[in-house]
């Protein structure tokens, strides 16, 4: 027990949940990594899809961005919608489950369940890949390198969630802050040029293969949408907030949701402003657009490597996101009986142990098989967290129409946007990366949901079984027996005596002699033993 206490920390009460509460500015670093480090990939993806249209792909970033920040905006206020109509922390599992049944809750919890498995391994091998691309020397440690950054993360969050905010804190503000600067710097050098700012370093340039169509453009699309990935974690964990508890989360909400889309836009605005190009992922001279974007606003001088550095934690430390929904929502789910009734059970810090320990086992078989890198799961991220998306904003609508409070037509016209498009936007995300991978969400997702639903029969059929069908007869007890084996005579086995005795007089003591023993048990047990109710 000491040892726990000394790696974990000392054991915590119930009444100690107060103090362990998380407020607005540690919440962004609890609930907006994964959200916040969208802005590395998330223009590059976009990107990546408009490389064969060489520079003329740059200046289709700011449309795109344009559209992913307008369905954003769109789930942001359908969220705080959500916020303040579940504040015990409704995610999208209970509110589809209670405005459109339990099936789509269960969806949507597979769907949250899958994003965040995919999550956790997609971070922390894009930190680690950053990392061995500025120092190859590095690369065969890639897999170790990985586990260690997962097992770090899972130490801390099992250490309770206020010590994590704690812990991510200076990373995150560090990446906002570097990036912030760099899109303030290059939007003033763009204006005092006239629009036509000198990048500080040579950029590579890429010659056009082909010209824009809009199965390139939708493609485009889809691939900004990871960007989205991670903004409705805080909807699930509104308990885990300081009075009040609604409002703390609607301006964690704010937070990440505004420099989120600022970072969005600005990255966008630079990489047209500067004529930035994605380089082809695995090339030779692979880049990343945020490195390219960094170096030719600020050159390659001191900043340029702060800012590369809080990048690389930010991508690592992304996955504390769904180490602090993840086990909420497996969680709310075993309530309902479709996972082990342990799940819901608070450990030592206050955390929920057991989805933690689940989640670093998944996260850790992901990395495991794909050595490290997993950039063939990308194409599943949004997939979920758009379905995800969708029942959410569903069971939203659903809510209000049978709502009586004021307003109540308007807020279901709000969320019925954001259930139109972000319905649309999974539309399109299946369709055009089905051949990428997405193809995997039509198999995973349904195997998922046939486990969940097989515990939860089992749990029903139990409950059938053990379940009173008639009037409870209570009958005087017969006279009980004790046996209790005993090897020799101590202060221990004198206590199992006086216990076997509390519970009836008929005790039976039971003694196997060994052949080659010296001991007399007959004679201690004469000596020592003085009841006339024992029977040996």
Not at 258 to 269: E, K, R, S
Request: hydrophobic share 55%; with cysteine; proline share 4%.
């Amino acid at each position: 027990m000491a040892l726990l206490d000394y790696i974990l920390g000392r054991q915590l009460a119930s009444s100690e949940d107060q103090q362990e509460r998380i407020g607005s500015f540690s919440g962004v670093s609890v609930f907006g990594l994964d959200a916040l480090s969208s802005a590395a990939y998330g223009p590059e993806a976009a990107l990546t899809i408009l490389i064969p249209l060489g520079m003329a792909g740059a200046g289709f970033g700011i449309p795109i961005t344009a559209a992913v920040s307008a369905i954003l905006i769109i789930v942001y206020f359908s969220y705080r919608q959500t916020i303040a109509a579940y504040p015990q922390g409704a995610g999208s599992y209970t509110v589809a489950k209670q405005n459109l049944g339990k099936h789509a809750g269960l969806s949507a919890a597979v769907a949250l369940m899958v994003d965040y498995t995919l999550n956790v391994a997609v971070g922390i091998s894009a930190g680690i890949g950053a990392l061995v691309s500025a120092f190859p020397f590095l690369q065969p440690h890639t897999l170790l390198l990985c586990l260690i950054v997962l097992a770090l993360l899972a130490f801390f969050n099992l250490r309770g969630l206020r010590e994590a905010g704690l812990a991510f804190m200076p990373p995150t503000y560090l990446f906002v802050g570097c990036l912030i600067l760099v899109c303030l710097i290059g939007i003033v050098k763009t204006v005092l040029s006239g629009g036509h700012p000198q990048p500080l370093v040579e950029l590579p340039s890429v010659h056009p293969q082909t010209t824009i169509s809009v199965w390139l453009f939708l493609k485009a699309f889809a691939a900004g949408c990871t960007a989205m990935t991670g903004v409705e974690a805080v909807s699930n964990g509104v308990p885990v907030f300081k009075e009040p508890v609604v409002k703390s989360a609607q301006l964690t909400l704010t937070f990440i949701v505004a420099i989120l889309i600022f970072l969005l836009i600005g990255i966008a605005y630079l990489v047209s402003a500067y004529h930035i190009t994605a380089s082809e992922p695995g090339s030779p001279n692979y880049q990343s657009v945020l490195s390219l974007v960094t170096a030719a606003v600020a050159g390659r001088g001191a900043f340029y490597y702060l800012t590369m550095v809080a990048v690389l934690l930010v991508l690592c430390l992304s996955a504390n996101t769904s180490f602090a929904d993840f086990p909420r929502v497996c969680r709310t789910v075993s309530i309902d009986g479709f996972l082990p009734a342990s799940f819901g059970v608070r450990g030592r810090r206050l955390v929920y142990t057991q989805g933690i320990v689940l989640l670093t086992a998944l996260a850790g078989i992901l990395l495991f098989v794909f050595n490290g890198v997993t950039d063939r799961l990308i194409p599943l991220f949004a997939v979920g967290a758009f379905l995800a998306f969708t029942l959410s904003q569903a069971g939203m609508v659903m809510h209000w129409l049978r709502s009586k409070e004021p307003n109540a037509y308007l807020s279901a016209i709000v969320n019925g946007v954001g259930a139109f498009a972000t319905g649309l936007t999974l539309i399109i995300v299946i369709v055009t990366k089905f051949a990428e991978g997405a193809w995997l969400v039509l198999i995973v997702l349904p195997l998922l949901f046939l486990i969940m639903q097989a515990i939860e029969w089992h749990y029903r059929e139990v409950a059938d079984e053990i379940a009173i069908t008639g009037p409870v007869s209570l009958r005087e007890p017969s006279t009980l027996i004790a046996v209790v084996p005993l090897d020799h005579l101590n202060t221990v086995s004198a206590r199992a005596l006086q216990a076997a005795f509390a519970v009836t007089k008929k005790v039976h003591v039971v003694h196997v002699e060994h052949e080659d023993g010296d001991q007399d048990f007959a004679a201690d047990w004469d000596k020592y033993v003085d009841c006339l109710h024992l029977r040996s």
